[in-house]
């Protein structure tokens, strides 16, 4: 995006495609679940065009050749729970061997501030290339708490995916950590006074695991 470089907005017809299905109200818990993994796969792909590769010699039937790997376990996976979760096979189908870290975050309802309640990250994390990933980014709050977390542990490259973005959260996470790349499939209107994104949704959490 012009006014934040380190976002990116994707504008691709399987994504758009997909994330109109999601939105729809009638569209139930399964394949919301299934929607979710197959667009965060989809970003996966996209995001990790910078992610560093190793030389390894490898023989063809033909001949030796050096060729470019990931690194085994250089790349760990974090979602912010409990919707984050859902993003995690997404991921794990690019890079299976990823360790996975977890932050529980939740919303105070009233005055929308996330509260954090859990943290377990893989030893090792610190030198590691990071996927946070969330599918909402509404205030932003959750999402730059978690930031922190990371930092403050000694992470240096993250990188942050969500499915739907409101602007208000795009502010808040390029104000705060203006370092970290932030990768959305779509960036939605505004937020409601009940912190929800418009269109957006609903709540990805309850969607996903068929609360409420
Ligand atoms: C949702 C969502 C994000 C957060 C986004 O989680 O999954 O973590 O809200 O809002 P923010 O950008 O305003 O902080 P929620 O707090 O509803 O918890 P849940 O995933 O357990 O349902
Ligand atoms: N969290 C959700 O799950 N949905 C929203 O619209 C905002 C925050």
Redesign the pocket.
Do not use: E, F, K
């Given at each position: 995006m012009q006014e934040y470089p380190n976002v990116f907005v994707f504008d691709h017809p399987l994504i758009k495609h997909k994330v109109s299905i999601l939105r729809d109200k009638n569209t139930g818990m399964k394949e919301f679940r299934e929607l979710i993994e197959e667009i965060t796969t989809v970003m996966t792909y996209e995001s990790m065009r910078d992610v560093e590769l190793e030389p390894v010699e490898v023989e063809t039937p033909l001949e030796k050749t050096v060729q470019y790997r990931v690194p085994e376990e250089s790349v760990a996976i974090v979602p912010?729970?409990?919707?984050?979760l859902g993003m995690v096979n997404g991921v794990h189908r690019v890079f299976p061997t990823a360790r996975v870290g977890h932050i529980?975050?939740?919303?105070n309802e009233e005055t929308?501030e996330?509260q954090e309640y859990y943290c377990k990250l893989p030893e090792g994390i610190e030198e590691k290339t990071v996927f946070l990933v969330?599918?909402?980014?509404?205030?932003?709050?959750?999402?730059?708490?978690?930031l922190d977390v990371l930092k403050k542990r000694g992470c240096k490259k993250i990188k942050f995916m969500a499915i739907i973005a409101?602007p208000?959260?795009i502010k808040?996470l390029s104000e705060r950590h203006p370092d970290v790349p932030v990768y959305v499939s779509t960036l939605d209107r505004e937020?409601n006074e009940q912190?929800y994104i418009l269109p957006g949704l609903g709540?990805?959490?309850?969607r996903l695991?068929g609360?409420k």
């Open positions: 912010i729970l409990r919707a984050g529980g975050m939740y919303r929308l996330p969330d599918p909402m980014l509404a205030t932003g709050g959750s999402a730059a708490d978690a409101a208000q959260g808040t937020l912190g709540d990805a959490g309850d695991y609360t």
